[in-house]
């Protein structure tokens, strides 16, 4: 049937329930249709429809010693072999990924940090960051995060250097948003030490980390490993301010597990996982509240071994690494299934991923 005979509310209702691939090529029917499909309302109501309909992705980002790769998990095909995705730059620079919100993926590498949408295959590599350190001072560390406030996209920054005597400075804190495309320096107190190199979840475009205080004097010297307070630190993309609540408190928890965030059916969780050399074999959830309270939710297990938790995946599927091999546990089922394998396997990174037609290039 000729469009012509459809109205074009109609019209717009239909492509609107359509897949991001095909729309990329649906641009190319006639002039109108790619002004539509184009055109920021569409886009944005088009990422609404596609968040109602929970049509959320598993990227996994694998780090091994002679390989690096990145891959996509269909939401609409578990049981389906995961995708290999080409990654921007590909064979001049290994990318890690920093995290994916409205069908964007942060990538960076040291000073060079991009935005790719893998599903309309563009990209932008972003100016290079200010914070530079400055001698007699030395670079520690950096971590970044990723998210957004209305439609403006954000990276924040954090920089931690030591002085000379070795002594830990306060953190420094930089931010790139797409609405001004350049970064500033911004006044901001981190208020624990942030130790990962890259924001651990991005929840509503909030990105969290978790955080670190001072050991517990009583503990620093004891038979036992030292204690340090634990908190889950988030960074408001709007107000540009840092908050921090502590970790959820279980018995023996600061020594007897470790911990790595994630997020179940939307909400923040940490999952409390045990040290290899602890009896316990059980993961537990705990999830935020709107009232920053944490509940326990779920506890799964008992494993015969227990690797790294890496996230939760749609339906209360649970992504972790143990050893080399990258795993899918379904908690409903109890079904463990092998998502991939790869020799020297060092660390892998998971996130969600909604395909979009947000355009890089024109952020």
Not at 23 to 35: D, G, I, N, Q, Y
Not at 100 to 112: E, P, T, V, W
Not at 182 to 187: A, E, H, K, V
Not at 331 to 358: A, F, G, N
Request: aromatic letters at 10%.
């Amino acid at each position: 049937m000729p469009t012509s005979y459809l109205p074009e509310d109609v019209l717009r209702d239909i492509l609107l329930r359509v897949p991001v691939k095909p729309l990329v090529r649906f641009r190319l029917v006639c002039k109108s249709w790619s002004v539509l499909l184009k055109s920021r309302d569409f886009t944005t109501t088009h990422l609404s429809c596609s968040a109602n309909h929970g049509c959320n992705h598993l990227l996994v980002n694998s780090h091994g010693a002679e390989n690096h790769n990145m891959s996509l998990l269909s939401s609409e095909a578990i049981d389906a072999a995961a995708v290999k995705l080409e990654t921007p730059l590909k064979g001049k620079v290994r990318l890690i990924m920093a995290g994916s919100c409205d069908g964007l993926i942060c990538l960076y590498k040291s000073l060079l940090i991009l935005l790719w949408n893998p599903a309309i295959r563009e990209h932008k590599i972003l100016p290079t960051p200010r914070i530079h350190p400055t001698f007699p001072n030395t670079l520690s560390w950096v971590s970044i995060g990723f998210g957004y406030n209305l439609n403006d996209y954000k990276l924040v920054r954090i920089v931690y250097c030591k002085a000379p005597d070795n002594r830990l400075l306060p953190a420094q804190v930089e931010v790139y948003s797409t609405s001004a495309g350049s970064w500033r320096l911004i006044d901001a107190i981190v208020p624990s030490v942030i130790e990962q190199c890259k924001c651990s979840v991005i929840v509503k475009g909030v990105p969290y980390w978790l955080g670190f205080g001072s050991f517990w004097q009583q503990t620093r010297f004891g038979p036992e490993d030292p204690i340090r307070e634990e908190f889950v630190v988030s960074f408001d993309m709007g107000k540009e301010v840092f908050r921090q609540v502590h970790v959820p408190y279980c018995e023996g928890s600061y020594n007897k597990y470790s911990k790595k965030l994630g997020v179940l059916r939307e909400s923040l969780a940490v999952i409390y996982y045990p040290w290899p050399e602890h009896v316990s074999t059980f993961i537990d959830f705990w999830v935020m509240k709107d009232d920053e309270c944490w509940s326990k939710v779920q506890r799964i297990g008992p494993f015969s071994s227990v690797g790294i938790p890496l996230g939760c995946w749609k339906d209360g599927v649970v992504v972790w690494q143990n050893g080399n091999e990258e795993l899918l546990y379904d908690t409903s089922t109890k079904q463990v299934k092998k998502l991939s394998s790869h020799p020297k396997l060092i660390s892998t990174y998971v996130s969600t991923y909604m395909e979009s037609l947000v355009p890089v290039n024109a952020l």
